[in-house]
């Protein structure tokens, strides 16, 4: 069984930082590509950050660059989101999700609205106040 789980959410000030951690289990981590994605409300889900755990290429948002970084453990199967100088506007429940990587299809694709990756986390809350 695929499973998903997010942790690391919280509420912190603006400029602070956070980790998020996606721990997954159920399927050849080394083969997926696996996305943080964040919904606020009242507005349309979004890809934040992708990596390829084939090759190791990631993408981001241009409202994170430079501020946020993926990366991925792959003895831990875990993927992380390590998130600096967080501003109000990061507020949203970022979930994970994980899709087979198929190899015409770049890192960016899963991160886009195109994507529609397979297997979903449940989400972590995150709040920054101002």
């Known amino acids: 069984e695929v499973e998903l789980v997010e942790s690391g959410g919280g509420l912190v000030q603006a400029g602070e930082s956070l980790t998020l951690s996606c721990a997954t289990s159920g399927f050849p981590f080394g083969d997926y590509v696996i996305g943080w994605f964040r919904q606020a409300p009242g507005k349309e889900r979004e890809g934040v950050s992708c990596i390829s755990n084939n090759d190791g290429v990631t993408y981001s948002t241009d409202s994170v660059k430079g501020r946020f970084t993926i990366s991925s453990d792959n003895a831990k199967k875990t993927v992380y989101l390590q998130m600096s100088n967080l501003k109000p506007e990061d507020t949203a429940v970022y979930y994970c999700?994980?899709?087979?990587?198929?190899?015409?299809?770049?890192?960016?694709?899963?991160?886009?609205?195109?994507?529609?990756?397979?297997?979903w986390g449940q989400g972590t809350q995150v709040t920054v106040s101002s």
């Open positions: 999700a994980a899709d087979p990587q198929v190899q015409i299809r770049n890192t960016y694709y899963y991160c886009s609205p195109y994507g529609s990756l397979a297997f």
